[in-house]
């Protein structure tokens, strides 16, 4: 077949993949570790949408030390893990063209786990991410980098993570409360 990829799975083995309305296979990608697998168990989740240019974003979140998308090409990223191997889950976000050539990625987290929970594509090209965190959070680097800190007893927060069409952070925005409501 001239489209024809063969697939080897691996435990904690995710693609990205495209395929038109009929059902024909466009391609596939890739991605360096399992969504949200440690020591081949699922523990998180990844999600996917659709940007209004047709781009395709995926995110979830990972526990491996490294994340590495388009490896070995010249626009490599490497995502590290905020606390290394002694942390929990990071998250990553990542987008491919319509085509499923590699455009970005990003990743944050902190201290202990971080998930998400859902990603939403706007009109305008881009992304929101809704997910949680414990104790602390942040996303970007050096003076673009944004922070999030919660309760310090742990309590799980929400955040809400705005990202620009270009891979840019936007926005962050999220909150910390205890279940029985004292803040």
């Known amino acids: 077949e001239p489209n024809e990829t063969v697939l080897t799975y691996e435990v904690g083995s995710s693609y990205v993949a495209k395929f038109a309305?009929?059902?024909d296979f466009?391609?596939?990608?890739p991605l360096e570790t399992g969504c949200g697998l440690n020591g081949g168990i699922?523990?998180?989740r990844c999600d996917v949408d659709i940007t209004s240019s047709d781009r395709i974003v995926v995110g979830g979140n990972?526990?491996?030390?490294?994340?590495?998308?388009?490896?070995?090409?010249?626009?490599?990223?490497v995502i590290a893990r905020n606390q290394g191997s002694e942390a929990g889950a990071?998250?990553?976000?990542?987008?491919y063209t319509s085509d499923g050539e590699f455009a970005w990625a990003m990743g944050g987290g902190?201290?202990?786990n971080d998930e998400i929970r859902d990603i939403a594509a706007d009109g305008d090209g881009g992304i929101s991410v809704l997910g949680y965190?414990?104790?602390?959070?942040?996303?970007?680097?050096?003076?673009?980098?944004?922070e999030l800190t919660g309760l310090a007893d742990g309590t799980a927060g929400a955040f809400l993570l705005r990202?620009?069409?270009?891979?840019?952070?936007v926005g962050l925005d999220g909150v910390s409360q205890r279940v029985n409501g004292d803040a």
């Open 21 to 23: 309305s009929d059902g």
């Open 26 to 29: 466009l391609w596939v990608q």
């Open 42 to 44: 699922t523990r998180g």
């Open 62 to 77: 990972f526990y491996t030390d490294t994340m590495v998308f388009n490896a070995g090409q010249e626009n490599e990223v």
């Open 90 to 95: 990071d998250i990553f976000v990542a987008q």
């Open 110 to 112: 902190g201290v202990n």
């Open 133 to 146: 965190y414990q104790f602390k959070t942040e996303f970007g680097h050096g003076a673009d980098r944004l």
């Open 163 to 169: 990202i620009g069409a270009d891979g840019g952070i």
